[in-house]
């Protein structure tokens, strides 16, 4: 959002939810339940501090309801993750606990080691 965080539209919400939350957004069940109805809020705070009148703020929030079915088949789209999500997906897969610093440190560094292994040991594609 180049205006700031501030500066919600119902373009900018689309894109959000159909595009840049599912490339590199990672949230639990918990929190992906509760996205709805914390952007609702946010869009709502946003707008209001910015000055913009209810009728305004209206079709904003509205615009969460109409974008969350295309929000739900692209997060779970995996082949449109963006790299850092697919990593963070992989180290939550294997019990990394993604706010632990230092375990997400080693387990970059295993994962990374795991790659390199297989690529000298010639399990890789030769990609032609």
Known sequence: ???????????WVELFLADWLPRKGV??????GALPEVLRRWIRFALDRRGVEPEWIAPVVAAVDAHLPVFAEAFDD????????????????RGVDLSDRDAVDGAVRALNAERL????S???SSGG
């Open 78 to 93: 995996s082949t449109a993750w963006g790299p850092a999500k697919q990593i963070a997906a992989e180290l939550a897969a």
């Open 117 to 120: 292994a297989r690529y000298v």
């Open 27 to 32: 949230l639990d069940a918990v929190q992906r």
């Open 122 to 124: 010639g399990e890789h």
């Open 1 to 11: 959002m180049t205006s700031g965080p501030l500066c919600w539209s119902p373009d």
